[in-house]
């Protein structure tokens, strides 16, 4: 598995490799702040229904400063997605990876060995005049997202595509 931690993953690099993207009517600045208010997640992301920004110690909730590579974000996901809470939620703590504002947020687990390998990066870009492409890039490696592939793919791809058309509605609404 490569470290993806300083370049968006490429296809050819990962096992397991699902994408995502949608076009914004909205300038990418305006994506950027949406998409970092971690505290609004809530208002508008159907697949990560909660999500607090925490230090590098996993323990304190970070309320008035940017997100940091080594920061945490623990976050609680709906599989399949849903705004109501009709759907139990999962809870994991993920490490940030990378950060460049207004253009990428990435943040992953990786566990040791062959196990588990998991890394979720949200690019931005532009594509004219007030316009921006979200991307969602989500890679896995080892038998852990292998196995728990084999029966959650079509519910993960439903649930980033969720989050994609959520942040559209979000920042063409606002």
């Known amino acids: 598995m490569p470290s993806s931690s300083k370049s968006i993953p490429l296809e050819s690099e990962w096992p397991t490799y699902i994408s ?12 950027w702040d949406i998409l970092v208010d971690f505290a609004a997640y809530a208002k508008w992301n159907p697949y990560i229904r909660e999500s607090t920004l925490l230090d590098k110690s996993k323990k304190s909730p970070v309320h008035s400063r940017e997100i940091t590579k080594g920061d945490h974000v623990a976050l609680k996901v709906h599989m399949p997605p849903a705004m109501d809470d009709s759907v139990k939620l999962r809870a994991m703590t993920e490490l940030v990876l ?8 990435g943040w992953g687990s990786h566990l040791p060995g062959w196990f588990f390998g998991a890394e979720h990066w949200n ?42 058309q959520g942040l559209k509605t979000r920042c063409e609404e606002s």
Not at 98 to 105: A, G, I, N, S, W
Not at 125 to 147: D, H, L, M
């Open 20 to 31: 995502t993207s949608v076009v914004i009517d909205a300038p990418r600045d305006k994506v």
């Open 98 to 105: 990378h950060v460049e504002p207004h253009r990428q947020l």
């Open 123 to 164: 690019v931005l870009s532009e594509v004219g005049e007030g316009r921006t492409k979200f991307e969602i890039i989500a890679v896995f490696s080892g038998a852990g997202p292998y196995v728990m592939l084999l029966s959650m793919r079509e519910p993960f791809t439903d649930a980033i595509k969720a989050m994609a």
